[in-house]
Each structure stands twice: as C-alpha cells, then as structure tokens.
C-alpha cells in the first residue's frame, strides 16, 4: 500500500510504502507501482499508531452501575469488591471490545490491559479478556496482565500464588500486581518476578500508587532486577510516591530504573482524580517524578488507566487525552508527551516501532491536523489507523488503476 502525501511530525511531506507489515520506504515521492493499493492523505499528519500502556478493559463503562462515593482509591476498590456480583462474563467481554473498538478508532492498535485476579473473581475476566483478544485480534494487539490480588506472601498469599500461575495458563500473558499493598512489598516483588521468570513472562506492577513517600517499592524492584538480571520486560505503573521524594532521591531511585531497564507508566487520569483528596492545601498532583526519570533516560509512558468506572468517571478511549494531560499536569513539551502514548509505549510493550522509517512496523495513523500539538489540542475525529500494514478504521484506500 501506497501513502501518498503524508506530512510527518518533523514537517516533511512524504509517501511512504508499506509491504506486508512493515514500512518499506519513506522518500519525498514514489510512484505507485502496478495495482498497488493508494491512499491519499492530502497533507494529513502521519504519526507512529498509538498504543495504550495501561488500560483495565474488564472494568470499562462501569460508572452508572458502581458508584464510588469517597472518590478516593480505596473506595473505588470497595465498591468493586461490594458490586462483584453485578458483573458477568458476557457483559465485561461486550464492555471490553467496545472500549477497545473506541480506543482503534482513536488511533491505539496496541494495548494493555489488566484483569482483575482475586479469588472472588477467579479466572473470569482474563477469560473474558482472552475471549476479546481474539475477537479484535483482526485490527489491534491486546495483551493482557493477570492482576492478582494481593497478598502474594506468605502463607496468607498461597492461594492468590496459585491463582496468578492459573491465570497465565488460561490466557493472561504477563505477571501483574500491587506489590505496595502487600504486607512486606519487597518480598512481592520477589515473588512475583519469581513467578514470571519462572514462566518466561513479562512483567508489569501496579507500583506505589500512594502519596505515601515512606512507601516506596520501586527502588527495591530495579534493585532485584539489576541484580538478577532479570531476562523479560518489566514495567511499573503509576510510581506515584517517587514524586514525592526529595529531589536527591528521585534522581537515586530514576538512575537505578533507568540502569534495570523498567519502564515506567504514568497515569494522569486516574491519578489526579483518586490522589490527594486529603490534602484541601497545596493538593499534589500524584504523578510520577516526570523529570527526574525522563532526565535519567527511563522509558517514559503514559495511559488512561480507567475508562468510565469508579477508578475514573471520565475518559474518550483516547491516548491524545492522555497526551494532553501529560502537556497540562506533567509540563512535558508537546511532543514529548505524545511520544509517551506511542513510540515509547510500544517501545514498553512490544520493544519496536519508535518512528516512521523504512524496517518499522507499518502501525500508522493519520490525523487531519497540520502538529503534533495541533493533533493533541484539537484531537480532532476523522482519524485513520493502520495495523500491520492493513487500514482497520477510517479512510478506504483506493485500489489504483493503471498507474
Ligand atoms: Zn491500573
């Protein structure tokens, strides 16, 4: 397929090839060679498709039917826990393909999502979130993370042990949980990257999601790692009280990061919106230190975390959102912020397609705006998404005709 008349990010209007699924060339103009499939975007931005980092499908659109009244983490999980029953298999796969047909739509053909692994709700929506992969499986790639509860140590934690290997037998790819509402957080980590090593898996936590600084498990995760050396990806989520360290501190700990490998995820959505309810004075912003990390050269990325449920009212299924937030809430440059929610999210997944270049995976999509800033403010409709060389929403191209 030919991309004819794509204005890139650094201002160069080019056509680009694709062969298969991958980007074949990149030149000022080619000729369309005989019966090859054109597209003609008319100057529309092409970008790196985007990916979301972050996503928990199995709880989208659960606003109306579990409220969270305290507004705050523990409520939301409250309420979930207390409104367990209301769920089913068939409505959370009905409810995850949407959100992950809204997010393609969008512009995302890579996401991650975790999946709720507690011993109330068993295998049932890795099983549900299985059943969406391979339904979509035609227009994006959706990983799935076994989020197992918590604890995981100890005698207390057998069963949830159990339930974690369970879960990656019945379809979960990586190792997932929330190491930091463990009694002992270190020895969670230990655990869980015992389990994911054990079954060559890729890791990804739910990290110090607190405002709490004495909490701070991140620094004990990039220490194992460093010094096992630890073979798979593994990423952090969320990593909130690392932004509440003293400068000093958070260099210490994104230089370790950085030297392990981990990828960090930030999630402004939920975070702004969970966090910092107890502080009426000088509320923090629960984020992540952007600066300390991004500074120390981690693989930063951002996600929307929750879609419509009670972890988070609000949400469009769109990394451009998130994008935003990261420009308004973590001060990155424009670009800077889009890269989060695509080159370096898929660099975090996936661990390729960063650019536009010949050899890259042909994840495209075309957005009719004339910036990246300009795409991010806007985040204007209309969008067309490439995956694996294929058009999967938007745009139809034309079949040429005797070029
Ligand atoms: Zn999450």
């Known amino acids: 397929m030919l991309l004819r008349s794509a204005t890139l990010d650094d201002g160069r209007v080019v056509d680009v090839r694709l062969r298969g699924d991958v980007i074949e060339s990149v030149e000022p103009a080619l ?21 979301e980092p972050h996503a928990h499908l199995d709880k989208a659109f659960l606003s109306e ?40 739509a969008n512009g995302a053909t890579l996401i991650r999502s975790h999946a709720d692994t507690t011993i109330e709700n068993g295998l049932m929506s890795v099983q549900a979130l299985a059943e969406v992969r391979s339904r979509v499986a035609d227009i994006c790639d959706l990983q799935i993370v076994s989020l197992v509860s918590w604890p995981v140590t100890g005698a207390a934690g057998a069963d949830n042990r159990a339930l974690l290997r369970d879960a990656l037998d019945a379809g979960a790819d990586i190792v997932g949980g929330c190491p930091h509402l463990d009694d002992d957080p270190h020895e969670a980590n230990e655990v869980l990257l015992g389990i994911a090593g054990d079954a060559g898996r890729d890791v990804d936590l739910h990290t110090d999601e607190t405002l709490d600084s004495n909490k701070l498990s991140l620094e004990d995760l ?35 990061v950085a030297e392990a490998g981990i990828s960090v995820v930030a999630l402004p959505h939920t975070n702004l919106f969970l966090q910092g309810r107890e502080h009426q004075h000088a509320m923090p912003r629960a984020l992540t230190a952007v600066k300390a990390l991004t500074s120390a050269g981690v693989n930063l990325c951002a996600g929307a ?33 889009f890269d989060t929610v695509s080159g370096c999210a898929r660099g975090a997944l996936v661990g390729s397609g960063r650019r536009i270049a010949p050899g890259q995976p042909g994840e495209l999509v075309a957005i009719p705006a004339a910036t990246v800033r300009e795409a991010i403010a806007f985040a204007p409709g209309g969008r067309t998404v490439i995956h694996q060389g294929r058009v999967v929403s938007g745009s139809s191209p034309q079949d040429e005709i005797n070029c």
């Open 65 to 104: 039917r579990i409220a969270n009244p305290t507004g705050d983490l523990m409520g939301a999980i409250i309420a979930m826990a207390g409104h367990r029953h209301l769920i089913t298999y068939a409505d959370t796969v009905e409810r995850a393909e949407r959100a992950v047909r809204l997010m393609v």
């Open 31 to 51: 000729s369309a060679q005989d019966g090859e499939t054109v597209l003609d975007l008319d100057g529309q931005l092409l970008l790196t498709a985007m990916a």
């Open 222 to 256: 990039a220490n194992r790692i460093i010094a096992t050396g630890f073979p798979h990806r593994v990423t952090a989520s969320h990593c909130v009280s690392l932004g509440m360290q003293p400068e000093i501190r958070q260099r210490h700990v994104a230089e370790l």
């Open 305 to 337: 975390d929750n879609l419509q449920d009670p972890f988070n009212p609000m949400g469009r299924a769109d990394p451009l959102e998130t994008a935003a937030l990261m420009v308004m809430a973590a001060h990155l440059l424009p670009q800077a912020a």
